[in-house]
């Protein structure tokens, strides 16, 4: 059974600092390009950070580069966000996503999200 779950979010103060973590089962998730979005109220969904299954190879929203830090432990099949410097833009919920892409199929796997308050 394939399982996402994504957990770290809580309420931080502007400049503040968070780490996100997704554990994923049942399935390999290294074998995945893993990807952090975000949605904010009343905005569409958006690309945070992403980075590759093979080469580990990394990009970021221009919004976050230089605060936002994406990592990868494989032997734990899980994907971390590490957020520093937070603003209140960055107040959304933040799912993170698995992606394969083989010849003619493209399998995605998304957790629940999980909140995150930039707020004094």
């Known amino acids: 059974q394939v399982q996402v779950v994504e957990s770290g979010g809580d309420l931080v103060q502007p400049g503040g600092s968070l780490r996100l973590s997704c554990a994923a089962s049942?399935?390999?998730?290294?074998?995945?390009?893993m990807s952090w979005y975000r949605q904010a109220p009343g905005k569409e969904r958006e690309l945070v950070a992403r980075?590759?299954?093979?080469?580990?190879?990394?990009n970021y929203a221009d919004s976050v580069k230089g605060r936002f830090t994406i990592s990868k432990d494989n032997a734990k099949n899980t994907v971390y966000l590490h957020m520093n410097s937070l603003k209140p833009g960055g107040t959304a919920v933040y799912y993170c996503?698995?992606?394969?892409?083989?010849?003619?199929?493209?399998?995605?796997?998304w957790g629940q999200g999980t909140q995150v308050t930039v707020s004094s």
């Open positions: 980075i590759t299954s093979i080469s580990g190879n990394t």
């Open positions: 049942g399935f390999t998730a290294n074998n995945y390009a």
């Open positions: 996503n698995f992606r394969q892409v083989v010849p003619g199929n493209i399998v995605d796997y």
